[in-house]
């Protein structure tokens, strides 16, 4: 099993619910929890006329092997929760991005891990950090700590557990 890091993101309908749910639908294709973030509300990102997300991080033991398949499972996920592909960085139902996978650098025109932009994007490394503080970023050679102390963190708020 691959030990893979997901970042939950939700802005439309019940988030929190979204969130949550995302996972109890990993868990019935059989991915394992193994930990999870608390719950951020975080400003929108790119775009910024829409209303705020609600963001978590999980960690998970997955049961394939292969990345496409692990974005396979991940974006079916996303379209059995009824997501519409919109625009880029526009509102959401749910995003479930594949942050990293163990220490694996993976890059095909559908996908690359570790996820591009981790590094600036406090609303993926307040809640990772909070679960993986010490994973260092196998091109930057930065934890998550170092990441995270780097970005700006306004309006990044821990409100529940996930």
Known sequence: MSKVVLALGSNLGDRLGALRSAVNHLKARGWIPLK???????????????????????????PLEDPLEMLREV???????GRVQRFKNGPREIDVDILFVDQMVFNSPDLHIP????????????????????????????????????????????????
Not at 36 to 48: D, I, N
């Open 36 to 62: 999870s973030s608390p719950v951020f509300e975080t400003p929108p990102f790119g775009y910024e006329e829409q209303p705020r997300f609600l963001n978590a991080c999980i960690t998970m033991e997955c």
């Open 75 to 81: 974006k079916a996920v996303e379209t059995q929760m």
């Open 115 to 162: 996820h591009p932009g981790i590094q600036e994007r406090a609303f993926v490394l307040a809640p990772l950090n909070c679960i993986e503080p010490g994973w260092v970023h196998p091109s930057l050679n930065l934890s998550v700590s170092e990441m995270l102390d780097r970005v700006d963190k306004n309006g990044v708020i821990r409100i529940t557990n996930l």
